[in-house]
């Protein structure tokens, strides 16, 4: 997220500054706030429980939730969320680095393959900045979940694929092919079977398209050979060790999200069409116009190719009846390096309407932002007395994306960059701009933090809530903690026997306190929003101490002696 650039077809400047920009842009957006804001639930926690469990326990062979057997994704994403938390320890930032680098990496890809594809340094730095700068993408760099690992082995596999198809001497492309499989096989052991799917749909289509389909036959074996060296160590350790793991994986996680009645956030075929929208901002308004020129320009190598990279990708996660925004992250790529190439190519010839027209609407957006916030603030407070840095830090992000895109509005040919700036501002401040009730319900971490000493010195962990519960665990380093009433995505896991013990049920909660209380204090942590959730918390015994904040409840109960 760059500031705006001055001349933009000095290409010789360019080609100095541009680089250096993109790097400090990322240090300064991507990497400084990682540790400004406590963890989203349910993912953050879940995953920054995982794979410090697996750091702590010393298995990197199968994943653990808590303790409990957690199936639903392979081991390499953990794995890396694991080393950061290795090398900068148990903190926001050791859990989120991973994230934040495979978001880089992709950057660092857009800008390979655009100088590739182009060969023109105009083309490069807008096509990266623009896709550094799309709102999921930027969002997810700071989010620690396996989705921007998983879009970085993707976005490798299929630059090697324009890599092997460009390459002219035999070399590069056996390196192309061998590179290929090391995404596909780091790709599958991230999430799935769809990283050797996605390469693929593309690459045979354009083969054929291009009538090089020998070239693929021939390189090819290569590129599964080195993905089955990389995948197969681990599938037969998880084999071994945990036997049900592929039927779970395979059932649950592919055939069944993505054809089944009942699938886990089932939506509509047309569920990605906004969200490629939403997906795009600040630059969504360029869109229709970009795919409009992409059609016109198909028969060219290079658009046809980043056309399938979008579109068949896309269809396939439409067709899918299981969907969440962040599946389409692959597809963002080829949409910017379609967007750089016809923005570049609009700046050349001083058309300025599209360029424009984004700006207005973006600028609209943020009118229409500060007018809600103003307005709720006055009738409804979001914001209590106590937070008024909180709400300084939300009026300056919707400030700045207002300025911004004002400044693209007004000069659309010189400052055709300036919505990155916002979009900067956006992912830096906004997690830590949020109001109070937002951070105890949904960021539990930061309130468990400030009574760790007392909850460290329990014996006996409980909570009524998954997300809780693992930042509990995360923060004590102990995965140990009983569920109380509640089951969500453990459910397999607590099928096992020997783990049906932790949990623990309305009916027989008395007994299960007073059993514990017998062993040592106890501690709890309990989300009281419902009614349920207020008789849960009836059933605790009484006495002990209670810290409040929010929905969230946090007990200490003291160990009882025998009479």
Same mark, same amino acid.
Not at 201 to 207: D, N, S, T
Not at 354 to 381: E, K, M
């Given at each position: ?320 009846? !299981?969907? =969440? ?6 597809? *963002?790529? %080829? @949409?910017? #390096?379609?967007?750089?190439? $016809? &923005? ?55 400030? !700045?994306? =207002? ?6 509005? *007004?000069? %659309? @040919?010189? #400052?055709?960059?300036?919505? $990155? &700036? ?142």
């Amino acid at each position: 997220m760059v500031a705006v650039v001055p001349n933009t077809f000095r290409t010789r400047g360019l080609e100095r500054w541009a680089l250096p920009s993109l790097i400090l842009a990322f240090v300064l957006f991507y990497l400084l706030p990682l540790m400004t804001h406590g963890l989203w639930i349910p993912d953050e926690t879940r995953y920054a429980q995982i794979s410090q469990e697996m750091l702590h326990s010393g298995n990197w062979v199968a994943p653990h939730f808590m303790g409990l057997r957690y199936f639903e994704k392979p081991i390499a994403g953990y794995w890396m969320i694991a080393i950061g938390q290795a090398v900068f320890g148990d903190n926001l930032f050791g859990v989120r680095i991973a994230s934040a680098l495979s978001t880089g990496l992709s950057v660092w890809l857009a800008w390979l393959i655009a100088g590739r594809l182009w060969h023109d340094p105009r083309k490069r730095f807008a096509s990266t900045l623009l896709y550094m700068s799309f709102g999921l993408v930027a969002g997810q760099a700071g989010y620690a979940n396996l989705d921007p690992q998983f879009t970085f082995w993707v976005n490798l596999s299929l630059v090697a694929v324009w890599f092997a198809f460009d390459s002219t001497t035999r070399r590069g492309r056996l390196s192309s092919w061998a590179v290929l499989g090391i995404a596909c096989g780091m790709g599958f052991m991230t999430k799935g079977f769809l990283a050797w799917l996605l390469p693929v749909l593309i690459a045979v289509p354009y083969a054929l398209w291009q009538r090089r389909l020998k070239e693929v036959l021939i390189y090819g074996p290569l590129a599964i050979l080195v993905a089955v060296a990389i995948s197969v160590p681990w599938a037969l350790a998880i084999q071994h060790q945990e036997p049900d793991f592929w039927q779970f994986f395979f059932w649950n996680e592919h055939i069944r999200r993505f054809s089944a009645t009942d699938a886990q956030h089932t939506q509509p075929w047309w569920f990605y069409l906004p969200i490629l929208l939403a997906a795009s901002l600040p630059w969504a308004a360029l869109l229709p116009a970009t795919l409009i020129d992409a059609w016109k320009q198909k028969r060219q190598p290079a658009i046809g190719f980043l056309l399938l990279w979008l579109l068949l990708p896309l269809a396939i996660f439409s067709l899918s009846r !299981g969907k =969440l925004p962040t599946y389409i992250m692959p597809c *963002l790529l %080829p @949409l910017a #390096l379609l967007m750089g190439h $016809a &923005l570049v190519t609009w700046l050349a010839q001083a058309r300025s309407r599209n360029i424009r027209i984004n700006g207005v609407l973006n600028t609209l957006l943020a009118v229409a932002g500060l007018v809600g916030l103003i307005y709720l603030q006055i009738s409804r407070p979001v914001y209590d007395n106590t937070e008024i840095f909180s709400l300084s830090l939300g009026y300056i992000v919707l400030l !700045g994306w =207002l300025l911004s895109n004002a400044l693209q509005a *007004l000069r %659309p @040919l010189q #400052l055709w960059a300036a919505p $990155a &700036l916002g979009m900067g501002l956006l992912v830096a401040l906004l997690p830590a701009a949020m109001p109070g009730q937002i951070v105890n319900s949904k960021m539990p971490d930061q309130f468990i933090a400030e009574h760790v000493q007392e909850l460290s010195q329990t014996n006996t962990l409980l909570s009524n809530d998954l997300g809780a519960a693992s930042a509990l665990s995360w923060r004590l380093w102990r995965p140990e903690v009983s569920l109380y009433n509640t089951v969500g995505e453990l459910k397999y896991g607590l099928g096992y026997a020997d783990s049906a013990a932790r949990q623990v049920d309305m009916d027989n909660i008395v007994r299960w306190m007073k059993d514990a209380q017998l062993r040592g204090s106890v501690g709890v942590v309990m989300r009281v929003h419902s009614a349920l959730e207020t008789h849960e918390v009836e059933l605790l015994p009484l006495g002990g101490k209670r810290y409040e904040r929010g929905d969230l409840s946090i007990f200490i109960f003291p160990k009882v002696q025998l009479k």
